[in-house]
Every structure is written in C-alpha cells, then in structure tokens.
C-alpha cells in the first residue's frame, strides 16, 4: 500500500509560480510511475503530467511548456513546478503513482492505483 500527500498549494496572481510536492510513503516508488491530475470545480479530473520510472515524460495538452514534472527517488518524492499559471490552471491538483504505466492510456484516471488527498492551486486574474 502506497500513501501519497500533497504539499505547495496555495494562491497565486496570474503569470505566477508554484512548486507542487507530493512524498511517498509505505513503498520505495523508484519503480513506479508517478503522475498528477487535477479537478476544477463542476468538471472531470484532467490529466496534468506523468514521469515513467526511467524518466520519460508526458504532459497534458493544455500544460505543455509550462509545468514540468520530476521525481527524486532518493526522497521518495515526486514535483511539479508550474510557471506561467493562468486563472484556468485553478484546480486541486491529485498526485497518483502505480507500479504499471500504461504508454497508450496513462491519461486516464482509471490506469492510476494510488491517489493523494489533493492540493488546492488558486491562481487569481
């Protein structure tokens, strides 16, 4: 069993930063593949970003160029830096992580195993 927490949420004016980090427990996750997703209020959980356990990379369309994902495995933690946020990125951002990567589906969120209890991002206009 794998328990994943959230930390780095917060609000932040439009075109601002922040740095998500989310710390494993119950398993060395150096084998798994670690992602986040995020929920805006009234729509569906959106793929964000996803780093395989060899580091490879996949980003959701609407993030590309701007939020960059990364793991430290040594710590257990996986990170999310986000840089030109706009008022639509506002959301509870999810990390999620499983043993398995699914290359053709790991935007869905029914490839995800394990999930965290959420951070909220505010980004204000």
């Known amino acids: 069993q794998v328990q994943l927490v959230e930390s780095g949420g917060g609000l932040v004016q439009a075109g601002g930063s922040l740095h998500l980090s989310c710390t494993a427990s119950g398993s060395a996750i150096s084998t798994y593949a670690m992602g986040w997703f995020r929920q805006a209020p009234g729509k569906e959980r959106e793929f964000v970003a996803t780093?395989?356990?060899?580091?490879?990379?996949y980003y959701g369309n609407s993030v590309k160029g701007r939020f960059t994902i990364s793991r430290d495995n040594a710590k257990n933690m996986v990170y999310l830096q986000m840089n030109s946020l706009e008022p639509e990125d506002t959301a509870v951002y999810y990390c999620?992580?499983?043993?398995?990567?699914?290359?053709?589906?790991?935007?869905?969120?029914?490839?995800?195993?394990?999930w965290g209890q959420g951070t909220q991002v505010t980004v204000s206009s």
């Open positions: 999620v992580t499983d043993r398995s990567f699914y290359s053709g589906s790991y935007y869905l969120t029914r490839r995800w195993s394990y």
């Open positions: 780093i395989t356990w060899f580091d490879y990379t």
